[in-house]
């Protein structure tokens, strides 16, 4: 039978909703009926073992079709296709059934596909025993969705994809696509008005801006030689353990002297020994997704599951994070689950409607920053988020993603005023669709990439974000103390003769430091914009500002909570921090430089050596003040204790210009104590002095310690102490009122 005139006009303008149904072979009594549409063709011709038919034009413009007699559906073939003095032989894609399942279509409607990256996107495949790539994408409201580059001349007419009518899917599998093919998707929208082209949102790898189709790229044949860490990572308790995080923008940690983008190998050869050499635990990458604008950072991302082709193939990433690994160092990575661009090849009114997109501009369009918010309320587009965040912990072995703008996404008045924004059933503001999202995703996490950490970034006083599921929590690892740094900030940037007046930034934080899981940040936000450098805010002069901050630092690496610090500000830049540029290395041929970043060293070595520096960070037995209050002199006085007995750190910090001569401190215990970090030292650029390597403490209680001592303290500076010898303290029992002890 022959294809009706209306197949024929529908196909030949690219309108035809079920190409499959019309194209390629389909059984016929005696043989089978073949059509083929290839537009701009002058002849076809259909080539079976022993038969070769040439096919009949039905359309000058390109449709072909004929009667191959004797033939059975499902024999091989191939297309003898001439166009002008060119004649090429060609698979027809329409010869090959499809490569999703009903599996796939019920996962994706029920949002429970953990693992979508396996099965949309473009996947480089053997079907049917042809090589070649399967391309599949979620449009339920397109009325057409074709695959197209320059291999159909992106002409949507050429391979128009199979409706997969229960899921939205459309799939399409053609024969002799290779990896480095540039691709977009061409869609119609509901009222068949042809639409931007779209990037693939399951896309591999993506060209360099400003182009920006999508490119085919194999991310599953990596070797790994890393099975040792994933081990113990999963075994690991990250409360427990040390945490200092350098947070890494890197198209501008270095750069070639021309400008050009260091690509992940040479980053991984100079990055990773330089962030072992200082002694972070990890390295943060700012999002590695693929974006269209270098000044957004990567956090306004239009690939979620490429990475960005400033640094080269995907592959070099899995490189720089096995290379990680082996160096004993975690890799996170920024990941943005709130808000997308609205550039018009991206996700948004992707199949013409508001498809991962919130219909209600109160929900789905951000005032702040001029994008789009996922629908989280709809089951395929959490599929499509929870599926990426595993696609980084599993596919590249990430050992965490930092969870950006988590206040946006579960406050539904976030940056909005009265009448700007849509309450819940209840009338509250909180988005009960974003919440459960992030419960269910942070619980599959758990379960599926044991070990791997979800961090944060939240700055609200929302209850329970570092809580369990189980126990009403948000699940996360950690929580960003955006409280904490604000405070301690301000604090800092104010002249030390009026720091009296303002003591309680610098103790605050203590009174919630344990009601979450915290992180201190000194995040990349908070040298942008005007604000200058963390060095820059300090007072005084040169000398000045750089012991003011070593003294900030000092404080922070004692402080309850695993550290982060943006790069560059372990050696104290002046500038601002750019995007356009590489850090300024050169500022290191100068002593003082060279301190604070040995400083920043030393810290490290103490804070993962020192258990008491780490293992109770949120719990309240890790911490005592000594004294909290003592405004008059700035000085803030504190003890820290591992949680199982061990021996204690005493940090002590002196925020003013002044020597601070015989301070009595309360200590837990007589005997000689070590000063075991000074960053007044002249090794850091201070000037030396301090109480020349330890003092004595006597059995004179003081401060509630069974001991105290005189310690002098350096101006601008913190000390840290720890006992020469220690004797683990005795358990305390308690009568209780059944009469028995209680230790």
């Not at 994408?137 to 391979?159: I, K, L, M, Q, T």
Request: with cysteine.
């Amino acid at each position: 039978m022959q294809a009706s005139e209306g197949d024929v006009t529908a196909l030949m303008e690219g309108r035809h909703a079920d190409p499959f149904a019309v194209l390629g072979p389909h059984a016929a009594p005696g043989g089978l009926m073949l059509r083929v549409l290839r537009p701009g063709a002058a002849s076809v011709e259909a080539s079976f073992t022993g038969v070769t038919q040439r096919l009949e034009p039905r359309d000058p413009a390109g449709f072909f079709e004929g009667f191959i007699p004797g033939v059975r559906l499902g024999e091989a073939y191939r297309l003898r296709v001439t166009e002008g003095a060119t004649t090429s032989e060609v698979l027809d894609p329409y010869a090959f059934g499809p490569g999703l399942g009903p599996l796939d279509d019920h996962l994706l409607i029920e949002g429970t596909h953990h693992r979508l990256y396996e099965r949309l996107g473009a996947h480089l495949v053997t079907q049917e025993g042809v090589a070649g790539v399967r391309f599949a994408v979620w449009a339920p409201h397109a009325r057409r969705v074709s695959v197209v580059g320059e291999f159909n001349r992106w002409d949507g007419r050429w391979h128009p994809m199979r409706r997969r009518v229960d899921s939205g899917l459309w799939e399409i599998f053609l024969p002799g696509i290779t990896e480095g093919t540039a691709y977009k998707y061409e869609l119609l929208g509901p009222d068949g008005a042809l639409l931007p082209l779209k990037a693939d949102p399951f896309g591999f790898a993506a060209e360099l801006r400003p182009a920006n189709a999508s490119v085919v790229a194999r991310i599953d044949d990596f070797t790994w030689t890393d099975d040792a860490w994933m081990e113990a990572r999963a075994k690991r308790d990250p409360a427990t353990r040390p945490m200092a995080i350098y947070e890494v923008h890197a198209p501008s940690w270095k750069r070639h002297p021309d400008g050009r983008f260091w690509n992940w190998d040479e980053l991984a050869a100079d990055l990773i020994p330089y962030v072992a050499d200082l002694g972070f635990t990890h390295i943060e990458l700012m999002p590695v997704m693929e974006h269209p604008f270098d000044g957004s950072w990567g956090y306004q991302p239009i690939g979620m599951h490429a990475v960005t082709a400033r640094l080269g193939h995907p592959s070099g990433l899995a490189r720089f994070i096995n290379a990680a690994h082996r160096a004993g160092i975690g890799v996170i990575l920024d990941w943005v689950p709130a808000h997308f661009p609205d550039d018009a090849h991206g996700l948004a009114r992707f199949d013409g409607t508001c498809l991962y997109e919130h219909p209600d501009p109160r929900r789905g369009w951000h005032p702040d920053w001029q994008t789009a918010i996922y629908d989280y309320g709809r089951k395929e587009v959490q599929a499509f988020l929870a599926s990426n965040a595993l696609f980084w912990l599993e596919r590249y072995h990430a050992d965490g993603l930092r969870v950006d703008a988590v206040s946006s996404m579960i406050h539904l008045d976030y940056s909005r005023g009265p009448g700007e924004w849509a309450p819940n059933e209840d009338g509250g503001n909180d988005n009960r669709d974003a919440v459960g999202f992030l419960q269910r995703t942070n619980a599959m996490l758990a379960e599926q990439a044991p070990g791997a950490l979800i961090i944060a970034e939240e700055a609200t006083n929302w209850t329970g974000v570092s809580a369990p599921v189980a126990k009403g929590g948000l699940g996360f690892a950690f929580k960003w103390n955006m409280g904490w740094m604000n405070d301690t900030l301000r604090y800092v940037a104010k002249d030390p003769l009026f720091r009296r007046h303002h003591h309680q930034l610098m103790n605050f934080g203590l009174i919630y430091a344990f009601k979450e899981r915290f992180i201190l940040p000194l995040s990349h936000d908070e040298v942008v914009h005007g604000k200058g450098t963390i060095g820059g805010r300090m007072p005084g002069d040169t000398w000045q500002k750089l012991a003011g901050l070593r003294a900030y630092f000092g404080f922070m690496w004692g402080h309850p909570g695993k550290k982060l610090l943006f790069m560059g500000q372990e050696f104290a830049p002046w500038a601002e921090w750019s995007e356009a540029r590489e850090l300024d290395w050169w500022l290191l041929q100068y002593a003082p430089h060279q301190g604070v970043q040995a400083f920043i060293r030393e810290l490290n070595r103490l804070h993962r050596t020192l258990p008491a520096l780490h293992a109770a960070d949120a719990e309240p037995g890790g911490f005592c003040w000594i004294d909290a209050n003592d405004a008059d002199h700035s000085l803030f006085t504190w003890l820290r204790f591992d949680g199982k007995g061990g021996p204690p750190v005493a940090v002590l910090c002196n925020f003013t210009p002044i020597p601070r001569e015989g301070v009595l401190i309360g200590l837990p215990q007589a005997g000689i104590w070590r000063e075991v970090l000074n960053s007044d030292a002249a090794e850091f650029g201070g000037s030396g002095q301090g109480n020349l390597g330890q003092v004595e403490a006597l059995p004179s209680p003081a401060f509630g310690q069974p001991a105290s001592a005189r310690v002098f303290l350096p101006p601008l500076c913190t000390i840290h102490l720890a006992p020469e010898a220690w004797e683990m303290p005795k358990p305390v029992r308690v009568a209780t009122t059944s009469g028995k002890p209680h230790v």
